[in-house]
């Protein structure tokens, strides 16, 4: 069965602090890994696509890498504004739909 | 360009009542989305389409039905409301397949009591 899991759950980092948020999956054949951003009340925002093993990609204090099993979005010195909940998604094995994990909350106090 | 919108942001039904959650996008996009986002189970799939005309069920599609009569909006109805589908319900669409970046609307908050 196709699965996506986040860890952890939820994150408290001071300002400044640095740390990792994960995303492991099971899908076969990978078709692209998605990082969304979604803030409380709103719809998720498109934050990076990966689709090799190696691959990297940053914007701002976000960077994300993927390896064959899992994805890392690295978190570089965060503020208060980089709290959210953050989602990563695969598509399944038919091509037909994202599979999303249940995200991380992230709260950065200052 | 509005991206995908959602109408209405909120609503309150009673049990047994319908109603139509419309969604449009003004990206040309050939792919759209349903999905119900509730506390400690992520984002589920209701419904996707493919194209203008068709639709397809997606993993947790009962009680809902959807129609994309033309390509820009995709509607999702409840027939007969039921407290279990108490949600915040997301659309979504992408350019010519799921594995594109799907671009989310900002939901629509649905209590049914």
């Known amino acids: 069965e196709d699965q996506v899991t986040q860890s952890p759950e939820a994150l408290r980092l001071q300002e400044g602090e640095s740390s990792s948020l994960n995303c492991s999956y099971t899908?076969?054949?990978?078709?692209?890994l998605f990082w969304y951003r979604q803030d409380p009340g709103k719809g998720p925002e498109f934050l990076f696509t990966?689709?090799?093993a190696g691959e990297e990609k940053e914007k701002e204090r976000l960077k994300a890498t993927l390896t064959k099993k899992e994805s890392f979005l690295h978190i570089t010195a965060p503020k208060p504004e980089d709290s959210a909940t953050y989602l990563c998604?695969?598509?399944?094995?038919?091509?037909?739909?994202?599979?999303f994990g249940k995200g991380t909350t992230l709260s950065v106090s200052s | 360009n509005a991206g995908v919108t959602q109408t209405p942001k909120f609503r309150v039904l009673k049990t047994g009542q319908s109603m139509t959650l419309l969604c449009a996008q003004d990206?040309?996009?050939?792919?759209m989305y349903w999905y119900r986002q509730d506390p400690g189970m992520g984002l589920r799939l209701i419904h996707y389409?493919?194209?203008?005309?068709?639709?397809a069920k997606g993993e947790v599609p009962d009680g809902y039905n959807v129609s994309r009569l033309k390509k820009q909006n995709f509607l999702l109805g409840l027939e007969s409301a039921a407290p279990s589908q108490t949600s915040v319900y997301f659309c979504?669409?992408?350019?010519?397949?799921?594995?594109?970046?799907?671009?989310f609307g900002p939901g629509t908050r649905l209590t049914v009591l």
């Open positions: 979504a669409s992408s350019y010519d397949r799921a594995t594109d970046t799907q671009y």
């Open positions: 899908v076969s054949g990978l078709r692209g």
């Open positions: 990966l689709y090799s």
């Open positions: 998604a695969v598509p399944n094995q038919a091509g037909t739909a994202l599979i």
């Open positions: 990206m040309n996009h050939e792919y």
């Open positions: 389409s493919v194209g203008e005309g068709t639709t």
